[in-house]
């Protein structure tokens, strides 16, 4: 009996000693090695057409913008290598009568003075639009942007009454809060 009871305890012991003892941690962390996909054929916006007629300073015009791709210009790529095709963006503004009052065909060159590094490595023309007339000025909203995002350098493009062109920055967010709104 006495042999029994020693068995025993020695095999409590053993027992108790194995479950408390603390178990060897293995350094071997088991993940999925990401694969990086390839960049596919580079992308192009799809062509855009505005046709508007406006008045100005008395007359009447019609605005024509077109934007298309342009494989002619340097593409550009995105953080993960994607290609993009930049875009040119054509501005005609003609009389009743038919005549040019204003052509210029834009690319992102031509706002370089408003853009940064990043932006004219990565950036890429992406629309010009008609936004409001403003007594004897024609104001148009452009944009330099990263493409796939909502990142972008907002510019306008004034045209005057005499056909002259100025661009600037855009320095005032149209916003439709409630704090713009008059009070009571």
């Known amino acids: ?4 009871i020693t068995f025993g305890c020695i095999l409590a012991a053993a027992t108790f000693l194995t479950a408390c003892s603390e178990k060897k941690k293995s ?18 916006m799809q062509e855009y ?10 007359s009447q015009l019609t605005c024509f913008i077109h934007r298309m791709p342009n494989d002619s210009l340097d593409n550009v790529k995105d953080e993960t290598g994607q290609p993009y095709v930049d875009n040119v963006i054509e501005l005609n503004i003609t009389r009743t009568d038919g005549s040019v009052f204003f052509k210029k065909t834009f690319t992102k060159k031509s706002f370089d003075s ?5 932006y004219r490595k990565t950036g890429i023309l992406e629309g010009l ?25 907002p510019l306008l ?3 005057d ?7 600037e920055r855009d320095t ?11 009070e009571v």
Request: proline share 4%; charged share 35%; aromatic share 4%.
């Open 1 to 4: 009996m006495n042999k029994t």
């Open 129 to 153: 639009v008609f936004d409001k007339n403003e007594g004897n000025v024609l104001r148009f909203a452009a944009s330099v942007s990263h493409p796939n995002t909502d990142e972008y350098i």
């Open 157 to 159: 493009v004034k045209i």
């Open 161 to 167: 009454r005499k056909g002259n062109m100025t661009i």
């Open 49 to 58: 057409n505005q046709t508007i007629d406006i008045e100005l300073a008395g």
């Open 114 to 118: 408003f853009i940064d590094d990043d």
């Open 172 to 182: 005032n967010l149209d916003t439709n809060s409630n704090d713009d709104e008059e």
């Open 27 to 44: 350094d071997n962390i088991i993940t999925k090695k990401e694969v990086k996909k390839a960049p596919s054929a580079p992308v192009r």
